[in-house]
C-alpha cells in the first residue's frame, strides 16, 4: 500500500510502512485470506481504522483489529490468530518465535523517515574513542548506511553486528536484548534511536560508555544509568524480606520463559521463600494486590519491571536481580535480557 496512504486516506506520519505493506497486500490477495487480523502497537492505534479500511479495499478480505495493546514483536495477539486467516503485524521486526499460530503473521516495519546526519555528527563530539559499535531500533536500522557513513568522515570506524534470533537487523537491539552490542569488543557504543530505555539497556548489559542521538528531538548525550541503578538496588533492598513471591509468566509467545520461571521458584524455595508461579497476559497492579504476594519476579518482558515498577505495589523484580538478592549472583549488576 505504498500508494495506499492516498488511495485508502490512512497517513502514518513520520513513519513509512513501505514495501512492506505491498508485499502484505499482493500476500493476502494470493493467499485468498477471507479474514485478516491487524495487530498494531499502542503509538499507532489512530492509524488502524484508516489501515483496516485501506486493507479492506484493496484485497476484499473482512479486517478485524486487536484492540489489545502491544508492546513488541513478542505480543503476538494468538486469539486474533485463532480467528483470522492471517495477521499483519505493524511496527515490529519478525522475531523467531515457538508458537505455529506466529506462521500467521506478517511484520510490516515502521520506518522513520527522520535523518540521522545531523545528529549523528553532533554525537561524535562526545565519543572517545575511534573504534566505536553502533546500535539502533528497528525504526531507524534502514538509516544504518548513514550512520556509519558520518562516523567514518570524521575518522571514526564504526562496527555493526548481528544480534540472535530476537532480531533481524546487524545493530538491531529490543529492550530485551542486546545481542547485537554484546557480540563485539568495543569500548564504546553509540545508540542512534528515541527514547532512554535501549541507550540504558545496551550500558547496563555491556558496562561500557553509551552515546545516545535522538534524530527525532536532535539531542545527543552520554548515558547516565546510575538513577535507573539506584532505583533497582532500591527494589532488591525493599524485596529482601518478602516471604511470599509471585513468579510472573506471561502467555505473549515471545515473553513466555516458563522454564526460567520454574527454576526461580525452585531457587526461591531452597532459600526458606514461599513461591507460587502466575500465568498471566498483562502484568497489571490489582494481579499482585488480589494476589497477597510480597514480592514479585517477573520473567516477562524485563521492560515491566525496569520500566513500570512506580506503579507496582509491591516490588517487582528481574529474575538476575533476584538471585542477586538471594546472593545466588555475585558482582556487578546484571541486566534481564530473552535470548
Ligand atoms: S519482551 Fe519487551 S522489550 Fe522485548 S520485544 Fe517484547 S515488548 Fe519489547
Known amino acids: 500500500m505504498g500508494r495506499a496512504p492516498s488511495t485508502s486516506g490512512f497517513s502514518l506520519e513520520p513513519f513509512d510502512l513501505d514495501p512492506d505493506l505491498d508485499r502484505a497486500l499482493e500476500l493476502i490477495k494470493k493467499s485468498g485470506a477471507k479474514i485478516v487480523g491487524v495487530q498494531v502497537p499502542e503509538g499507532l492505534k489512530r492509524m488502524a ?4 479500511r485501506g486493507i479492506e479495499k484493496e484485497t476484499g478480505a473482512g479486517v478485524i483489529v486487536s484492540g489489545d495493546p502491544c508492546y513488541g514483536a513478542c505480543d503476538v495477539d494468538l486469539e486474533l490468530c485463532r480467528v483470522a486467516d492471517l495477521v499483519v503485524h505493524i511496527g515490529h521486526s519478525k522475531m523467531q518465535v515457538a508458537d505455529p499460530l506466529v506462521d500467521k ?3 510490516i516495519e515502521a520506518r522513520m523517515r527522520a535523518d540521522v546526519k545531523e545528529v549523528v555528527e553532533m554525537a561524535t563530539d562526545l565519543l572517545s574513542a575511534r573504534r566505536v559499535g553502533v546500535v539502533t531500533t528497528v ?3 534502514h ?3 548513514d550512520v556509519v557513513g558520518v562516523l567514518e568522515k570524521k575518522g571514526v570506524e564504526a562496527v555493526v553486528r548481528s544480534g540472535g534470533s530476537r532480531t533481524t537487523y546487524p545493530g538491531q537491539v529490543l529492550g530485551c536484548n ?3 552490542a554484546r557480540n563485539m569488543e568495543v ?3 553509540l545508540f542512534v534511536g528515541t527514547g532512554q530505555f535501549h541507550p540504558l539497556g545496551v550500558a547496563l548489559a555491556t558496562g561500557k560508555k553509551v552515546v545516545a542521538a535522538d534524530p527525532v528531538t536532535g539531542s545527543v548525550s552520554v548515558v547516565d544509568p546510575t538513577p535507573m541503578l539506584k532505583r533497582r538496588y532500591g527494589a532488591i533492598a525493599r524485596a529482601m524480606d518478602a516471604v511470599r513471591i509471585a513468579v510472573l509468566v ?3 509467545p515471545g515473553q513466555c520463559r516458563m522454564d526460567l520461571a520454574r ?3 525452585a531457587l526461591g524455595r531452597e532459600h526458606g521463600k514461599n513461591m507460587v508461579l502466575v500465568y498471566l497476559d498483562r502484568v497489571e497492579p490489582e494481579v499482585l494486590i488480589n494476589l497477597g504476594v510480597d514480592a514479585a519476579v517477573c520473567t516477562a518482558c524485563p521492560r515491566i519491571a525496569l520500566d513500570d515498577q512506580a506503579k507496582y505495589p509491591v516490588p517487582v523484580l528481574t529474575p538476575p536481580e533476584f538471585e542477586l538478592l538471594l546472593g545466588e549472583l555475585k558482582g556487578d549488576y546484571h541486566f534481564d535480557e530473552i535470548e
Not at 481504522?49 to 483496516?52: M, R
Open 105 to 107: 503473521v506478517v511484520y
Open 250 to 252: 506471561s502467555k505473549k
Open 49 to 52: 481504522s484508516d489501515l483496516a
Open 187 to 189: 569500548d564504546e557504543y
Open 143 to 145: 538509516k544504518m548506511g
Open 139 to 141: 525504526q531507524h536500522v
Open 263 to 265: 527454576k526461580v521458584a
Open 178 to 180: 542486546y545481542e547485537a
